[in-house]
């Protein structure tokens, strides 16, 4: 994947090195960490049988955009359960998963909240016949995707790995691939604590015991505080004003949910001087530019190979 070294005021004054790598510019449909983590989602899909995939999410989820992408460059069908009510016209990022071929089937709030719930799930499966991925795909195949992308970074090159954690699957993935003791700080967007921690333990003990390869180290942290009032909300003055200012000096945009809090969670940290003068890091890109697609230039490659060719 490409690498971008930052230049910027707030780095060279910590005498910090931050290199970017841009899972953003894989793909204008499939960006970022979805399309790993919908890799082995997909092939699992295939091993047992199913031509059809169900997920879930919001109105402007990223997942639901690269499922239905993913679904239709590799022969699936796909069914995109929705939260809330239909609002026509589709916003583009329904109307770009309608197009690639998905099927949009509408929840109430209430029936949303048992996207976890087992009977419920069955029940779909069941009605739908379909392979069911849950939202954001947030499962051991969606951290598997991940864990690869771990692998494929340079041993012992980088002090610290940052990436952003809206469920914590990647931050999982990424921290039990990493190779060598290299610790990798996942920045939670989410103003509660939830269950992220414990999920993230959950994936990342399974894919080490399953992995020989694997990190073993423990060496995963979540950082909270930077979540700016929540998922999701309205961003205040000064976040914007940020992105704004890095975007122009970085020629690299950023997302309002997830990248561009990242990045301000890092400024905040290396002001703070957390990490010592001299240290490395290295920022994953997680994508998530559907709506600004028209600047990222469009690759022709099947879904296999760009797969293998970046992990
Ligand atoms: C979905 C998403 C995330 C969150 O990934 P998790 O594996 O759920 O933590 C981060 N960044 C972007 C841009 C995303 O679209």
Known sequence: MPKQVL??????????????????????????NKFYKLFFNLESAKQ?????????????S??????????????FETIGLVRGEE?????????????????????????????QDADFLADLAGRYQ?????EGGANLEGARGMYY???AIEKDTFDAICIACGTGTSL?????????????????VLKGPGDMAAKVRDFYQTLCDEYPKSSKLENWRLIAGFHAGGYGKKLPAYLDAFGQEFEKKTDILLDPI??????????????????SRGSKLLVIHTGGLQGRRGFISHKRESYESSFSRVC
Not at 7 to 29: K, N, Q
Not at 62 to 75: E, S
Not at 130 to 134: N, W
Not at 173 to 188: E, H, K, N, R
């Open 258 to 275: 997830y990248t561009l809090k990242l990045f301000w969670g890092i400024r905040s940290l290396v002001e703070q001087r957390f990490w």
């Open 87 to 115: 609002s026509l016209p589709l916003n583009p990022c329904l109307q770009d998963a309608k197009n690639n071929g998905m099927r949009l089937v509408y929840l109430s709030r209430s029936d949303y909240q048992r996207k």
């Open 62 to 75: 990223n997942h639901l955009h690269a499922t239905a992408a993913a679904g239709r460059r590799l022969g």
């Open 48 to 60: 047992q049988g199913f031509s059809r995939v169900l997920t879930f999410g919001g109105a402007w």
């Open 172 to 188: 999982a993935g990424v921290a039990a691939g990493v190779l060598g003791s290299t610790p990798v700080y996942g920045f939670s």
């Open 149 to 151: 992308l771990g692998q």
């Open 7 to 32: 230049s910027l005021p707030w780095l060279t004054e910590a005498g910090i090195e931050l290199c970017v790598r841009r899972d953003d510019l894989l793909d204008t449909e499939l960006s970022g």
């Open 130 to 134: 379909a392979y069911v991925i849950p």
